[in-house]
């Protein structure tokens, strides 16, 4: 295609080195339709004549139907998926193929599929994170009153409710919809039209181009349009971020499918087994949903490495933008397809849950906030009051609400008879009805709200 230069053809390591088709084959249905608009567009303003716009728009749909039976074949002595359209349609077609490249360059060609690419990246992805919400939601609605110790530097802190936790993890995904669909709105410029850099001679109509792509208008400026891959960058971050997200969730089922904690059990669609002790029972796709957000976070490192030291406009380096995206998309996809599954069908050991929050003194901030309630003792003072009273139940092994009324008035003679009932884990989580607190109530409400939001109610 660009040989008519040259009196030899490249090395063959240099053939190898320069080839995108390996990967960029994936493109090909955002390059069939980016050169549809492109030809039609051409064929609108006369640029090119009108039947053979025709024609082109004829044999790119005959190399579409040709994709999608028999595949891209990887020929690197075509480069990439640019190279290898354009040289089937020109086997369809003949000469006239010649006719599509006009007022185009490979670069602008490519900003414009990769950004089509992304773009439908981030639909699939929202599509998947609005599922794993619809679950979390579902299984905090299950477990709005059940009891569960709240943690803080992982020691049992106050009790919660087990809805409350998970709907955190609803929050933090509407956060990452949030921050896919704010780069969507900002990706959907269309840079077809800029051509090699400089934008070009001809008539062409570039506000057309962008509406039959779906865009919302061409990109102003043709330099910024062919070295830009902020919308590749975009991704990534939002991704990258999700990937933490789930990666957290991940390191909890993790923690909580262990012996000592027994707090959930993975159903065996789930689990994996050891090929050395029968009695194992692995959490994998949560130690690999964990696993995954590295690499996803190291393809985001890769692509802002690969851009920070290049010049305008275009370089080769921009072709390595595509496989850490590549990657990190398949990695995240299944990464919240894996969490959709297990948060579908985790059983939640409840009276495990209720048991460690019973165990872990976890109502002494209760019985501070009851002497400041009842008997008026400053806070502090209350706090003081309550280490005693802990560590005398610590002393005798028992739970705090098993220290008999004259046990605690021992401590302090302003504690009340009403102390017992407010020590239990029910009334602490009942109890706490701030805005955002984890009471049964309030739960219930957030519950509401996100499925309104998700179009569920
Ligand atoms: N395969 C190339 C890429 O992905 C397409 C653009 C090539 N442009 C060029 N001037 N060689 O970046």
Redesign the pocket.
């Known amino acids: 295609m660009w040989g008519g230069r040259f009196a030899e053809g490249p090395a063959a390591v240099m053939r190898e080195i320069n080839a995108?088709i390996p990967f960029?084959k994936r493109l090909w249905r955002q390059d069939i339709a980016g050169s549809k608009a492109h030809v039609a567009m051409l064929g609108a303003q006369g640029i090119i004549a009108q039947a053979d716009a025709e024609t082109i728009s004829r044999g790119l749909d005959g190399v579409s139907t040709d994709y999608a039976a028999n595949g891209v074949t990887d020929d690197l002595a075509l480069?990439?998926?640019?190279m290898a359209t354009e040289s089937k349609l020109a086997a369809a077609i003949g000469p006239v193929a010649g006719r599509l490249h006009t007022a185009r360059?490979?670069?602008d060609?490519?900003a414009t599929d990769?950004r089509l690419w992304v773009r439908d990246a981030i639909d699939a992805v929202d599509a998947g994170l609005a599922a794993l919400q619809q679950a979390l939601v579902a299984r905090a609605d299950e477990h709005a009153d059940s009891v569960m110790p709240g943690f803080t530097h992982l020691q049992a802190a106050q009790p919660v409710t087990l809805g409350h936790h998970l709907m955190a993890y609803y929050e933090m995904i509407r956060r990452d919809r949030s921050r896919f669909s704010d780069a969507r709105a900002r990706m959907n410029e269309c840079p077809l039209g800029a051509a090699?850099l400089a934008g070009t001679g001809f008539s062409i109509d570039r506000t057309a181009t962008a509406q039959a792509l779906g865009f919302d208008r061409p990109t102003a400026n043709s330099l910024d349009s062919v070295s830009d891959r902020d919308f590749a960058i975009d991704y990534l971050t939002s991704a990258a971020q999700t990937a933490l997200h789930l990666s957290r969730l991940a390191e909890e089922i993790v923690l909580w499918a262990s012996q000592p904690f027994g707090f959930v059990s993975l159903p065996d669609q789930w689990s994996t087994g050891s090929s050395i002790m029968p009695q194992k029972r692995n959490p994998d796709a949560a130690e690999l949903v964990r696993g995954h957000s590295g690499r996803i976070i190291g393809c985001l490192t890769s692509l802002m490495i690969t851009m920070k030291g290049l010049p305008l406009a275009?370089s080769?380096d921009?072709?390595d933008?595509?496989p850490p995206v590549f990657e990190a998309h398949d990695l995240l996809a299944l990464s919240i397809a894996a969490m959709t599954g297990m948060v579908e069908t985790l059983t939640f050991r409840t009276a495990r849950m209720r048991a460690a929050a019973e165990a872990g003194f976890a109502t002494a901030t209760d019985l501070a906030d009851r002497l400041v309630r009842v008997a008026g003792v400053p806070f502090r003072e209350a706090h003081h009051i309550t280490g005693a009273v802990v560590k005398a139940a610590e002393a005798k092994g028992v739970a705090l609400s098993d220290l008999t009324l004259d046990e605690l008035q021992a401590i302090d003679p302003r504690i009340d008879s009403g102390v017992q009932a407010a020590l239990s884990v029910d009334a602490s989580v009942a109890a706490r009805t701030s805005l955002g607190g984890t009471a049964p109530v309030r739960v219930r409400e957030a519950i509401a709200a996100a499925r309104t939001a998700l179009g569920e109610a």
């Open positions: 995108s960029d480069e990439d998926i640019h360059s490979r670069n060609q490519v990769f090699a275009y080769k921009m072709q933008d595509k």
